[in-house]
């Protein structure tokens, strides 16, 4: 696949991600949980072994992998998700700030600069440990982009509200978890993961 066949792809997959979990989180349905988990370690793994020959070995391997990735992503986020949804439940009759469209534009917005922000940082990061090459990988593409930019702006729309408008045990479980998905991030920043073990050389993928 092209690189500009890939970014549509990815520009696509965004607007229907957040298209659904909106739709999702308005009418109170938990199964926004399975969201994060679709978008990220499932959608990973299909394009590891399609598009990157399942090179590197280990993308489900704790060892090599990132923590925040296996464990926030697959166990934290849905936690999170989950909790937002039964959130917007008790939210439903109020027409609070996050009814209105601007809210969902600036959630939008948070999205991007989410995934804006931990692009510079990662190619920063890649760079200093010598994974530059690896940076358009369509894995990473795909995480730093379509992961953090789909999942932030869900997080901005639907966490803040909750939070701010009716926090009860279902904010405290959203934040407790979010707590948690951050805590693995830092974990992992001390372990100083080796890129080499994360994603491809681009060269040796599909989108070369």
Known sequence: MARPAFNTTMLLAVAVVVGLGVALLSSGSILIGLVPIIVSPATMLYLRLTMEEGRPAGLLNPGKQSWAFLYGDMLMLPIVFISMAL???????EQGFHMQFWWF??????????????????????????????LDSPTKLW?????????GTLLVFGGLPVVIL???SHGWAALVAFGGWVLLGLADSLRKLDPANLHPPVQDTYLA
Not at 143 to 151: I, R, W
């Open 87 to 93: 959130g917007w439940r008790r939210l439903a009759d």
């Open 105 to 134: 534009l600036v959630s939008v917005a948070a999205g991007c600069i989410i995934a804006a922000v931990w692009r510079y940082s990662e190619v920063q990061t890649y760079k200093r440990l010598g994974g530059k090459d690896r």
């Open 143 to 151: 995480h730093d982009y379509v992961v953090y930019g789909s999942l």
């Open 166 to 168: 009716d926090f009860t």
